[in-house]
């Protein structure tokens, strides 16, 4: 079991940036795959970026390709999301996900999830 706690989100005008952090608790967060999605209104979820357990391997949405970058510190059982030329078509409540097994994208692949985390980005 990880229990993961989002923080960051904020409002931003457009162009600007923000760092959204994931806190997990729990044991051998190092063996977890982390990713971020994110849900705008009256829209489904949608897998943003993913961070492997061997830290060099990401994958990242087209939408936010070359603008966020996922990276993780294992040290502090935390991963975080840096955002950068958000555009207001980023606005979105921010969710942090784990998952132990497999290696989809998709948000039924991921099993922990957190509460998260409001970015929204004005024009």
């Known amino acids: 079991q990880v229990q993961l706690v989002e923080s960051g989100g904020g409002l931003v005008q457009a162009g600007g940036s923000l760092r959204l952090s994931c806190a997990a608790s729990?044991?051998?967060?190092?063996?977890?795959?982390m990713g971020w999605f994110r849900q705008a209104p009256g829209k489904e979820r949608e897998f943003v970026a993913v961070?492997?357990?061997?830290?060099?391997?990401?994958y990242y949405a087209d939408s936010v390709k070359g603008r966020f970058t996922i990276s993780r510190d294992n040290a502090k059982n935390t991963v975080y999301l840096q955002m950068n030329s958000l555009k207001p078509e980023d606005t979105a409540v921010y969710y942090c996900?784990?998952?132990?097994?497999?290696?989809?994208?998709?948000?039924?692949?991921?099993?922990?999830w957190g509460q998260g985390t409001q970015v929204t980005v004005s024009s």
């Open positions: 996900a784990a998952r132990l097994y497999g290696s989809g994208n998709s948000p039924a692949d991921f099993n922990f």
């Open positions: 729990g044991r051998s967060f190092s063996s977890y795959s």
């Open positions: 961070i492997r357990w061997i830290i060099t391997s990401t």
